[in-house]
């Protein structure tokens, strides 16, 4: 999905959102006229599963606003984004098919034209179907694959252990945090069982905000650090402040907003691909209101852009850090290292300084 289709989608998602529930009910009932089998794949209370539909595409709302969309493949259903392969494991456990998606991105799409003709525009109309088309393939891909080997894949706890964490009175950062004491034996301890205490704590932080991620640091002096991260998502920012204003005094953690910088910039690898920074190299790019940046990377191409793109992100934020990455860059591309344009090119390991640099110009002349 291009980056025309990608603001057509999030401008549409904008303004439409707050109708979004009389959507789902209007396509729920013409689905089922349309495809009479399908009340088969839906059981249980209607209202509850569009209740559920509707929190799907929420959560592809959230996806949107994220400047690392959809790095995955339409032909394949590649995902490297949780939430879709957690959706596709849903729909695919229960036997819907590649046929039952297509008629729902019908139908939905149908409906969104009645509703909003001029605000769901063809482009946005090409964003959502590619959305459709991914979670379908990604469904396919899951089929005869066991719950027990979904839950590995996805590092999902036992359900007992997510209800473990279930906010009641006070705040979600409150509870987070209450959560977080009660298990920080097997938390800061992490290595002796990775798969159980990622899993909590990811269950945990997505009751906090969908989407959130952490990193730990080594244990130094007795101490490691706890990020928090929005994953690329910028509307989950300030999820991630609140979350962080709320940590209370924890002797042994040292709590962190957003992933850092890291001085030296190290290698990052992905889909079986590694990039050392001494072999990538960037370029400035400046409209006077805003900065963007281009990535030259040795090996890119355009057949795995999924794998590569997503090497390009983790390298920007091991550089810039992830809150100025995401705050103070407006268009990011990548390319092949031989690919010619104009304009001078750095090394990878200088973007820190000549980036600063740039930037304090920037908001100076303004």
């Known amino acids: 999905m291009g980056p025309e289709q990608l603001a057509e989608l999030r401008n549409f998602f904008a303004s439409f959102e707050p109708r979004l529930p009389d959507a789902v009910a209007l396509m729920y009932g013409r689905l089922l006229e349309a495809v009479p089998e399908a009340r088969q794949l839906f059981k249980g209370d209607f209202q509850e599963q569009q209740r559920r539909y509707l929190h799907m595409l929420q959560e592809l709302v959230k996806l949107t606003r994220s400047r690392q969309l959809w790095p995955v493949q339409a032909s394949t259903g590649t995902s490297t984004i949780p939430a879709v392969d957690k959706m596709a494991s ?20 149908q409906c969104f034209r009645e509703e909003s003709p001029h605000e769901f525009t063809p482009a946005a109309e090409e964003g959502l179907s590619f959305i459709f088309d991914v979670v379908a393939m990604a ?12 839950a ?13 964490f279930s906010p009641g009175s006070g705040s979600r950062e409150q509870h987070f945090w209450e959560w977080f004491a009660g298990e920080e034996e097997l938390l800061f ?37 706890f990020v928090i991260s929005a994953g690329g998502n910028e509307a989950a920012f300030p999820a991630v402040e609140a979350l962080a204003a709320a940590a209370p005094a ?10 850092p910088r890291h001085d030296p910039i190290v290698q990052r690898s992905f889909g079986g691909k590694t990039v050392d920074p001494g072999d990538v190299q960037f370029s400035v790019l400046s409209d006077g209101q805003e900065l963007g940046l281009y990535l030259y990377i040795d090996g890119y191409s355009e057949e795995e852009r999924a794998v590569w793109d997503q090497i390009g992100y983790l390298l920007l934020d091991e550089a810039l850090g992830e809150f100025d990455a995401g705050t103070k860059v407006g268009l990011i591309e990548f390319f092949p290292s031989d690919v010619q344009h104009e304009g001078k090119r750095f090394p990878l390991l200088r973007l820190p300084q000549i980036f600063d640099e740039e930037y304090a110009s920037l908001r100076q002349a303004h």
Do not use: C, Q, Y
């Open 250 to 259: 924890l002797p042994r953690w040292n709590v962190v907003k957003f992933r």
């Open 189 to 225: 301890n992490f290595e002796r069982d990775r798969d159980r205490a990622s899993g909590l704590l990811e269950a945990a932080l997505g009751r906090v905000w969908s989407g959130l991620t952490f990193e730990f640091g080594p244990v130094s002096n007795g101490v490691r650090d």
């Open 152 to 164: 590995r894949k996805n590092k999902l706890p036992h359900s007992d252990e997510i209800e473990a």
């Open 90 to 109: 849903v729909h695919g456990a229960i036997g819907v098919r590649r046929e039952h998606f297509d008629k729902m991105k019908e139908v939905l799409a």
């Open 139 to 150: 469904a396919t891909n899951t089929a005869g694959v066991t719950a027990e080997k979904l």
